[in-house]
């Protein structure tokens, strides 16, 4: 790696730094992601999986994944699949093997007893009530333990029978022996180890005290040979804790932990404890409900990983904490989708129209483009007949200013077809529109000369003989974009009309494609074909509308 590597960031600065310095051997780079399996991953977690294994490629180096399994009452082998996957997904690839932080319990156990031995750590009998009243304030210093000042022996003795299963949870702890008084009160002796009679996912009964992630975090990082250790910034004022833990490692190299602002998105809740409450409560169907911002729901929503590593490239690493508005992200899957997937004509909400000029038992095939943005995606050819649907939103009897679609007595285009009038409206007997009335103009078919002819408005349409039924699934907001801190629950502010769902109309050629295959319907916005889909049902899911606010926002200022 050359010196004069350019950065991009804070981050890359400072490993920048390290390389020119010659900190670590061969001047290599091993970045960790250290998920706990204790939930799915979101939306917030892309950008540490971006941000971790994008510079593990930029300096040919490598990137661990590290389970932090140090809580067996809340993890399990369903999140360690999970998250596995949502990372291949995303088109990362781990240095082998897959880490554990039980692989290192015996290890971490041998350091707890190395740093008691130099007179780093003690075994305290106070509850945790009692640890936190007396741990101070920012303006007032902390209380020592009565246990605090035990012999090395002692507290040998109590942490080999704390590991043997001698006391009950909660009856005692081991604590990092540091100062009380402290200014940064993550000081004032921290509890690393804790007695929790629970069967790991991995390693069974066999341990009942499992370190704390203060204590896992750094040692692990130190044994697999971590380099740069890239924390979110709530970690930031746990660095010297971090440093302070890694003397029981007996090491030349040790790594070095740098803090980044989470990523937060408008709309989108990133709170594991939330997420878990809207799925057992029932607001949403499962973790991979397309409305969840957990990466697996983002997936089954129809987002690509190029459209997430994009967003995540284009709103950068910072510093300090903000919000990035949703806008922005539905730009980037708009931006991908464009010019890759195929178009085609979808009625969501459908009325019914007769020609009624057409011939009864004609049909006409008709060609259109599969996606005008790139020619090599070729044509198809659609069936046009006498009865049709159009979306029931293009049409207003009594149209309003501007109102370019069809109204009694004027002309639209039909895409890629003809030119027709309305000529009448029929309803039924609660005066709901039945169905439109409209004549031809045969002279302005699609291709011919007569096509020229200019009319204001064009419709996308499904012919009513070919028509395949689909349930459309349109979604909004969980949570108003508008939403701010006002005290509620945030339970009161869930969006309870988030989903609805359409039964649709669209062309035949729907069929031709499968579960996952995405498409943009016209002039409705993008579409994945969702698995809930049957032989008898096809089932979709929308991605984005059209509408590209980020954009219009971004013309605005």
């Known amino acids: 790696m050359e010196e004069k590597e350019i ?52 300096y040919k180096g490598a990137t661990n994944v590290r389970f932090d399994d140090t809580n067996p009452t809340k993890e399990n082998v369903e999140y360690v699949n999970s998250i596995l996957e949502d990372i291949r997904w995303l088109g990362f690839t781990w240095k082998e093997p897959v880490h554990y932080a039980s692989d290192y319990f015996p290890e971490l156990y041998e350091c707890a007893c190395r740093l008691i031995k130099k007179g780093l750590a003690y075994v305290d009998d106070q509850t945790s009530e009692e640890i936190r009243n007396t741990r101070g304030d920012f303006s007032h210093p902390g209380k020592e333990s009565p246990w605090r000042n035990r012999s090395i022996e002692e507290n040998l003795k109590l942490f080999q029978e704390m590991k043997e299963g001698k006391y009950k949870d909660g009856e005692k702890v081991l604590r990092a022996k540091i100062d009380m008084a402290a200014p940064n009160v993550v000081m004032r002796d921290p509890v690393i180890y804790r007695i929790l009679h629970a069967t790991h996912h991995r390693t069974g009964d066999t341990w009942c005290i499992y370190p704390l992630y203060d204590f896992a975090h750094p040692l692990s990082d130190a044994i697999e040979g971590i380099t740069h250790s890239i924390c979110t910034l709530e970690f930031e004022e746990r660095r010297p804790l971090y440093n302070w ?43 991979d409900d397309p409305r969840m911002p957990t990466i697996c729901g983002i997936r089954r929503r129809g987002y690509t990983p190029e459209s997430l590593r994009h967003f995540c490239e284009l709103i950068g690493v910072a510093k300090s904490d903000n919000t990035v508005d949703i806008a922005f992200l539905e730009y980037c899957i708009r931006e991908d989708l464009k010019a890759k997937v195929p178009r085609i004509m979808t009625v969501i909400d459908p009325i019914k129209v007769v020609l009624t000029n057409y011939p009864e038992n004609k049909t006409e095939e008709l060609v259109i ?39 009694p007595g004027k002309e639209v285009r039909l895409k890629g077809a003809y030119i027709v009038r309305c000529d009448e409206v029929v309803k039924n007997d609660d005066d709901s529109i039945k169905e439109i009335h409209c004549t031809v103009d045969f002279d302005t078919r699609s291709g011919t000369p007569g096509a020229d002819r200019k009319v204001k408005g064009t419709l996308h349409w499904v012919s009513a003989d070919t028509a395949v039924d689909v349930d459309i699934r349109i979604y909004d907001y969980l949570i108003s974009p508008d939403d701010t801190e006002d005290g509620k629950d945030f339970m009161e502010k869930i969006n309870t009309h988030s989903l609805t769902v359409f039964e649709g109309k669209a062309e035949a050629a729907i069929k031709d494609y499968q579960v996952g295959d995405r498409f943009q319907f016209l002039r409705k916005g993008y579409f994945i074909i969702d698995k809930d889909s049957t032989k008898e049902k096809l089932v979709c899911n929308q991605i984005v509308g059209l509408r590209d606010t980020w954009a219009k926002l971004q013309n605005k200022k």
């Open 7 to 58: 950065s991009s960031n804070f981050i890359e600065a400072e490993i920048n730094k390290d390389i020119a310095n010659h900190v670590y051997e061969n001047n290599r780079v091993l970045t960790r992601f250290p998920p706990e399996p204790n939930g799915y991953l979101h939306i917030g977690h892309v950008k540490s999986i971006c941000l971790n294994f994008g510079l593990g490629e930029k």
């Open 245 to 287: 833990c890694l003397q029981a490692f007996e090491s030349k190299e040790k790594p070095r932990q740098i803090e980044f602002a989470r990523l937060n998105v408008s709309t989108m809740i990133t709170s594991k404890r939330k997420l878990r409450k809207m799925v057992e409560s029932g607001v949403v169907s499962g973790w």
């Open 369 to 407: 483009e599969n996606n005008p943005e790139d020619e090599s995606m070729g044509s198809r050819q659609v069936t046009f007949s006498r009865n049709i649907y159009i979306e029931r939103e293009d049409f207003m009897e009594t149209p309003v200013k501007k109102f370019f679609r069809m109204t």
